[in-house]
């Protein structure tokens, strides 16, 4: 059963950090680029952050340059991302998104988990 589920989200104020994690099972983790996406009230999902299935390339919106940094563990089967700087800007929901390298139109999503950045 292919799951991917998103933890570490929450209220923070502005400025602050936050972390959070994907962890995937049911599929080969190694062979599937890991994104993040997320989705604010009354807006398209945009893509945030995108890291290659080995690690080795990423990808961010212009608009988390700088302060978001995605990672993955491939021997954990977790990706992440880290979230400094805060803005009331990237208050959304997030989702957790597998790729498969080859096979593009193969993807897993996760539930999600909201992100409130508020004073």
């Known amino acids: 059963q292919v799951q991917l589920v998103e933890s570490g989200g929450g209220l923070v104020q502005p400025g602050g950090s936050l972390r959070l994690s994907c962890a995937a099972s049911?599929?080969?983790?190694?062979?599937?680029?890991m994104s993040w996406y997320r989705q604010a009230p009354g807006k398209e999902r945009e893509l945030v952050a995108l890291i290659s299935s080995t690690g080795g390339s990423t990808n961010y919106a212009n608009s988390v340059k700088g302060r978001f940094t995605i990672s993955r563990d491939n021997l954990k089967n977790t990706v992440y991302l880290q979230m400094n700087s805060l803005k009331s800007e990237d208050t959304a929901v997030y989702y957790c998104?597998?790729?498969?390298?080859?096979?593009?139109?193969?993807?897993?999503w996760g539930q999600g988990t909201q992100v409130t950045v508020s004073s």
């Open positions: 998104n597998a790729q498969h390298r080859m096979l593009n139109d193969l993807r897993y």
């Open positions: 049911g599929f080969t983790f190694s062979m599937y680029s």
